[in-house]
């Protein structure tokens, strides 16, 4: 039985929120193993998924695409997975549970309590290492979101390393946990969410305004981000 709709939607508008579309294929096939139908949406000029099942809809190029079907489906989801892009606001008009992948950090960050994000990893050219939040953070403090540009992160010698496929999959699992009330959250999982908040609340949050939640398979795959 199709349990409910999920949306994917990624950005072209600048090149470090370009994902390949292929990265979602383990994420869209486990959750249908899982009886989820998966919708995704867009513009119809954006990648197509190869995945040919009966609980998948590339709603982006149907002929029922319109503004208020976009509302419709957002309204009818369970919870959303959204690229870098401007789409969370359909879903957060509804309150829905949003997994945000991709996101390029200090400037993009959610802030509903019942959102998961995993964010883009930044790679060190002439360090030869990934940074970590507070590097991240210090590199960009003194950017506007529009700096960033392709030019800007080869001049700092940086390359902005997108999510892997089994990363969002083990985020989008959680989240499906999380909402069916089965996540089991270890003394570790508190841990580093709770390192993770100081991070953050120490460097962008100082108001204490938003509640962003790490993925917890990720943020410990990544422990070098609290370093």
Not at 2 to 14: A, F, G, R, S
Not at 74 to 94: C, L, P, R
Not at 191 to 207: A, C, L, V
Request: glycine share 2%.
């Amino acid at each position: 039985k199709v349990k409910n709709n999920i949306l994917i939607q990624t950005d072209k508008n600048y090149y470090y929120r370009n994902q390949n579309i292929s990265i979602y294929n383990k994420t869209i096939l486990n959750l249908i193993e899982n009886n989820y139908c998966v919708i995704k949406t867009g513009s119809k000029y954006s990648q197509k998924v190869e995945i040919n099942d009966k609980n998948y809809f590339d709603y982006s190029q149907s002929y029922i695409k319109n503004d208020l079907m976009d509302l419709y489906f957002f309204n009818k989801s369970e919870f959303a997975i959204i690229g870098a892009s401007g789409s969370w606001a359909y879903a957060t008009i509804f309150d829905k549970p949003i997994v945000y992948t991709g996101m390029y950090w200090p400037f993009n960050i959610p802030s509903k309590k019942n959102d998961i994000f995993i964010m883009g990893k930044y790679f060190d050219i002439t360090q030869n290492r990934y940074l970590s939040i507070r590097e991240i953070h210090n590199r960009f403090k003194s950017y506007d979101i529009n700096d960033i540009s392709n030019k800007l992160l080869d001049e700092l010698k940086i390359k902005f390393v997108n999510n892997s496929d089994d990363e969002i999959m083990d985020v989008c699992e959680e989240m499906s946990l999380r909402i069916n009330n089965v996540w089991k959250e270890t003394d570790e999982d508190i841990y580093y969410k709770n390192n993770f908040r100081k991070i953050f609340e120490s460097t962008i949050n100082k108001d204490k305004k938003s509640f962003p939640n790490i993925g917890s398979r990720f943020i410990k795959k990544n422990k070098y981000l609290l370093n």
